[in-house]
């Protein structure tokens, strides 16, 4: 069951004047749950402070927030906890309001199905804006992708690439991308447009995957290509259009440590 | 006092699941109530109706909108009715829900006082994405124009000039612009981002203003400057950055072609 909070207090239902629902002017964590914790919840937390700090909402006490995620993680063998955190609520028009107290919510989603073989991509048309005043963080203007991924479903794919404006592959919908090139593993920058996955992170400072610019063409023509984020961790995508890939032992290699670090992300598939 | 919707019923609040709070899925529209009756409505509804196709959203039977929103205006001297139109309830995950019925809500709020003077528009760091995707319609993925709007707020402005990442000028953060140069009126084309006004829309089916793209030097070298939307009409714009404008008959001229067609937006400011 969902609960709203205004700041440390419960309440029943977020107001019709909330922000988030006015102007998306809000943050979001899509958390995996596991036997009653949520082992990525130091980065997730990173995440929203720094999403806060650049969009100048205010952050209720992590200690606070911490609790009431232990209380509705417990008992959860596994699944999937999404926290919402908008500006709180404000009168008509753009200006933030002065001194809101933040509006949240936590609220608990089942544990998608892990894939029994690669992911089938297709190439979105709805392209990322270039936008560096929000690229990285985890904010609430999702609209590119709700037409991305309506795109997806259309054509029955599993998840879409989204290229930038420019052409640019940058991400899917919701994970990120890793492309193998030879022994290294390769993803694109997030400064411009993009999500800055907390497993992606986890994979940088591990040096498993470096960030790099890549063209269409070096999607197509790496040698392996998988998606990563934080509730389903690396999963192979076995076709891109007309592409397809079958398993390569430098995804199992990538899952396989991701897995000793964080056993939860064990057991997935390993190719196509 | 607010009231929300799912399709044709009433409701008490919006459910925590709603997609507008959780990714600004929907589409506003801010009206000017006059006299009990909402003068620019035929014009909000078609770009209601555009942006809700675009998107994809289901639209609520217009009839039944219509008659809530009379209530709700009933009485109303000068007033502002913002509707907001969501697309309803979904689960986790950016993919459309199928058959969702739409959730929707109206919020009364008063007039804003008209300036006694013309504008002071702030040059705002935050640019526009250039995504044509969403451009024109009017959209609940609003995060450029908070940021926009707070660092008017900050340097003390009336409003904000919004450029592109490229640089053009394009808007306000909730308003259209209007360049006089010479013996024309110009505005910038809002195909790549910005708002389809509804206000600027009478003026260009009325031969009274010409879509130009505008560099900054454009804008700077304007004999005369001013913002319109369907909320106050137009207004004088007195002073971008170390730039200032004297009242023009330019600007009084427009204003009392618009008065004639609709006078609630007569006794504006004449100039700066």
Known sequence: MSAAYIDSERVEALSLANRGLAYGDGLFETMRVHRGTLPLWPRH???L???AQRLGIGLPDPAFIEARIAEMSDGVDAGVLKLLLTRGDG???YAPP???PPAWMLAPHPLPPVPCAGLRLHACETRLAIQPALAGIKHCNRLEQVLARAEVERVGCDEGLM????GRPVCATSANLLACRGDRWLTPPVARCGVAGVLRGWLLEQGLVEVAELAEDDVES???LALCNGVRGILPVS????????AHPAITDLQARLAMAYPMFSNPVAGA
Chains 1, 2 share one sequence.
Do not use: K, Q, S, Y
Request: aromatic fraction near 4%; charged fraction near 35%.
């Open 45 to 47: 937390l990173a995440r």
């Open 49 to 51: 402070r720094d999403g």
């Open 91 to 93: 009168g008509r028009g």
């Open 98 to 100: 002065v001194d809101a």
């Open 163 to 166: 290229r930038d404006l420019e």
């Open 222 to 224: 790496a040698d392996a």
């Open 239 to 246: 076709m891109l259009g007309a592409r397809t890939w079958a």
